[in-house]
């Protein structure tokens, strides 16, 4: 077998490839929480993109044991690196549609590298999996690319008196011997990164039942200890779903579930329809209150909306930290005016040698994306007006629903909506110099 082929994004070379898209993945899980003993069946609906002999996924740390394609058994696959290659026994064609389910065991754990540790996890009692941006092959055989969206349904099978959340809605639940299975199904378009898995002895609390008025359930993920913390932390996020409804348009999803651990955690971490926090987020002071904002606004920035590249990921993070401040404007603690002021006094103090629309891979989370990335989207708003601003913001979320996007794209969207807007000259000096260009003021 030949080399793997890398990916085209250079920010995560050698993860996902352009030769085939996975236009549905169906995952049958059996996992035992007291050994780390994880043993899965994965069935991918999969269609070429090009001609090729091998079909080439993402797996690491756990081993294949049988595949098939289109129901017949592979005699031809095996590890490389940290992928599954796979002979095919004739050659695909560009445009065929094609299955592979793969099954595989093993002891799964965290991918070490770049960006430290990232996919599955072990909790005190649990399980956590936060993919961002290449875990999703700690725990299934993947395309791991952000721009390959896919439908999924997730099954897990776990010990009895534990849950697992998964991405979606809840569609079984079934109980056999001493084992509980929870069926989940996400209909809407998601990139591997943001599939997830958690398991803990959670129980489920409707946060805005008494919420006739509001249409998006919101529950909480919580152990019995935690409820009245988790009550307490999560009180104001119907709230928070209100503010960024009316400036971003329609939550894209049917529900929302925050999951909160036992665990303490060093920070949040989004899925698609989730989002995680540890029980030392669960407090009133800003800095957790911000987090829980940011993570709700992901929602529509990172998940509906998925950057097509890894460099333009100040579309995720700029936009989610633009939205703690219309939050903070909102609640009362601050006005956005006097964040960004805040922000950029702290960027100016700080050394001016990143380029945040094209950060390189090792600084893609640094904190100067998301500061600088909000002030080049407050420096939008400021040239365009409050009234323009918001309406090109719902068109663009509206435009790209459930899709991938770019630089490009928002510029695309930002200038048809707001006449004799430049949104590129805008954005210029924000994301493309590393000289910090002056605090953004109102025309």
């Not at 809605?169 to 056999?176: D, G, H, P, W, Y």
């Not at 805005?208 to 307490?232: I, K």
């Not at 994306?369 to 979320?397: E, I, N, S």
Request: charged share 25%; with cysteine.
């Amino acid at each position: 077998m030949d080399d793997v082929s890398p990916n085209e994004d250079p920010y995560a070379l050698h993860h996902g490839t352009t030769t085939f898209l996975v236009e549905r993945y169906e995952l049958d899980i059996d996992y035992r929480v007291h050994n780390n003993r994880l043993s899965g069946v994965a069935l991918l609906h999969c269609r070429a993109l090009e001609p090729t002999d091998k079909v080439i996924l993402d797996l690491v740390g756990l081993r294949a044991l049988k595949v098939q394609l289109d129901g017949r058994r592979v005699p031809k696959f095996g590890p490389r690196g940290e992928h599954l290659v796979i002979q095919t026994p004739e050659k695909l064609v560009a445009g065929q549609a094609f299955r592979v389910q793969v099954r595989y065991e093993g002891n799964p754990r965290p991918r070490r590298g770049l960006w430290g540790e990232v996919g599955w996890e072990e909790l005190t009692d649990g399980v956590l999996v936060a993919g961002q941006p290449n875990g999703a092959a700690s725990w299934f055989p993947c395309n791991d690319h952000p721009r390959h969206k896919s439908t999924f349904r997730i099954s897990v099978t776990t010990e009895e008196n534990y849950r697992a959340v998964c991405n979606g809605r809840l569609v079984s639940q079934t109980r056999r011997s001493s084992t509980e299975t929870w069926t989940y199904e996400q209909d809407e378009p998601m990139a591997p990164y943001l599939a997830t898995v958690q398991i803990g002895r959670y129980k489920i609390l409707h946060l805005n039942a008494s919420d006739t008025h509001h249409r998006v359930p919101l529950y909480a993920a919580v152990t019995p200890g935690l409820a009245e913390e988790a009550l307490s932390g999560l009180r104001r996020q119907a709230a928070m779903m209100r503010t960024f409804e009316s400036c971003f348009g329609p939550y894209p999803f049917p529900a929302y579930t925050a999951v909160v651990t036992e665990d303490e955690l060093e920070i949040p971490l989004e899925a698609q329809t989730v989002s995680i926090f540890g029980r030392n987020h669960m407090r009133q002071a800003w800095e957790a209150q911000r987090l829980i904002a940011h993570e709700l606004s992901h929602q529509w920035f990172g998940n509906s909306l998925t950057a097509a590249s890894w460099r333009d990921i100040w579309l995720h993070e700029g936009f989610a930290c633009y939205a703690e401040w219309l939050w903070s404007e909102e609640s009362g603690a601050m006005s956005v005016g006097d964040r960004a002021k805040a922000a950029w006094q702290k960027l100016a103090a700080s050394p001016q040698d990143i380029i945040v629309g094209d950060p390189g891979p090792a600084r893609m989370f640094d904190d100067r994306v998301y500061k600088r990335g909000a002030l080049a989207l407050h420096a939008v708003r400021l040239a365009c007006g409050d009234d323009p601003f918001f309406r090109a913001l719902q068109a663009w979320t509206a435009s790209f629903r459930h899709s991938s996007v770019s630089t490009a794209d928002f510029v695309a969207v930002m200038d048809g909506e707001v006449p004799g807007l430049d949104t590129a000259s805008v954005l210029s000096p924000w994301l493309y110099r590393q000289e910090l260009p002056r605090l953004p003021q109102a025309a």
